[in-house]
């Protein structure tokens, strides 16, 4: 009988990825508190919010494309914080 993993929901991350990327709400979603002070920080430059919108667009497309045991193997296992 399967178990539920603990940890973020990967449907939640992806889509506030995709549409909050640039504040970097999905980091602190997913417990990179670092990751996600980081992402907020740039966004706040005139350049770094357009990178920041893409990391998030591109961040959220890989959450939504993997299977859930990766999405928990990579990101609350081994704390993977960027891509």
């Known amino acids: ?3 539920e993993q603990e940890g973020p929901n990967k449907v939640a991350c992806g889509v506030v990825a995709i549409l909050l990327g640039t504040l970097g709400i999905h ?11 980081i992402m907020l920080l ?3 430059t005139c350049v770094g919010s357009w990178v920041m919108w893409v990391i998030g667009i591109v ?3 890989i959450y939504l494309t993997k299977s859930d045991e990766d999405f ?3 990101y609350v296992v081994e704390k993977k914080a960027w891509f």
Not at 27 to 37: E, L
């Open 72 to 74: 928990y193997q990579t």
């Open 59 to 61: 961040e959220g497309i």
């Open 27 to 37: 980091k602190f979603m997913m417990g990179q508190t670092t990751a996600g002070i």
């Open 1 to 3: 009988m399967p178990t």
């Open 42 to 44: 740039v966004s706040l």
